[in-house]
T-cell receptor, first 111, second 117 residues
């Protein structure tokens, strides 16, 4: 079992819809959770970080964390074609020096 | 804030030569930097964790004598690919953590595309 698992996709949604990206993790002691966006040929860009259970909203993005279920998600409202990218989930435990990244979910937003 | 730069952005070298890639945190100090490699349409793969003033920690399967890492200051880490071969052609990306900020957020450089001929 991978430490951080994401559906590889591709996930395709129409423009204006809500895109829902999911991530599960195995280390129950994990405390820091991140979502990165990576456009093709570019490096990852941090878009959201979340540390406590519940929702965290930033513009069209909402991160949701449920530590009991070891589940973190990213919702993108009013999806735009420019949101088409690979989204990486990353998780860090309290004593780990590094974050563990999932393999990413590829999102395509169709005009 | 939290800007990480890499140099060069792309490099072409001949098989058997060595290539050095620089990673700099421009507006924060980073005691820890990370080096990743990514092949086309594949996942991000952590190669090593670079610690300022000490030896890097390499991931399993990564040859430390081939991928030399030096983290001599709080704003600079370098990765040297020694005796490069065509199979080393890849996208190399560094990342730094803004430790004083205390959020564990990692910021990525723009990457270096290495082609070995």
């Amino acid at each position: 079992q991978k430490e951080v698992e994401q559906n590889s996709g591709p996930l395709s949604v129409p423009e204006g819809a809500i895109a829902s990206l999911n991530c599960t993790y195995s280390d129950r002691g994990s405390q820091s959770f991140f979502w990165y966006r990576q456009y093709s040929g570019k490096s990852p860009e941090l878009i959201m970080s979340i540390y406590s259970n519940g929702d965290k909203e930033d513009g069209r993005f909402t991160a949701q964390l449920n530590k009991a279920s070891q589940y973190v998600s990213l919702l993108i409202r009013d999806s735009q074609p420019s949101d088409s990218a690979t989204y990486l989930c990353a998780v860090k435990g309290p004593n780990a020096g590094k974050s563990t990244f999932g393999d990413g979910t590829t999102l395509t937003v169709k005009p | 804030g939290a800007v990480v730069s890499q140099h060069p952005s792309w490099v072409i070298c001949k098989s058997g030569t060595s290539v050095k890639i620089e990673c700099r945190s421009l507006d924060f100090q980073a005691t820890t930097m990370f080096w990743y490699r990514q092949f086309p349409k594949q996942s991000l793969m952590l190669m090593a964790t670079s610690n300022e003033g000490s030896k890097a920690t390499y991931e399993q399967g990564v040859e430390k004598d081939k991928f030399l890492i030096n983290h001599a200051s709080l704003t600079l880490s370098t990765l040297t690919v020694t005796s490069a071969h065509p199979e080393d052609s890849s996208f190399y990306i560094c990342s730094a953590r803004d430790e004083p900020k205390g959020t564990n957020e990692q910021y990525f450089g723009p990457g270096t595309r290495l082609t070995v001929t």
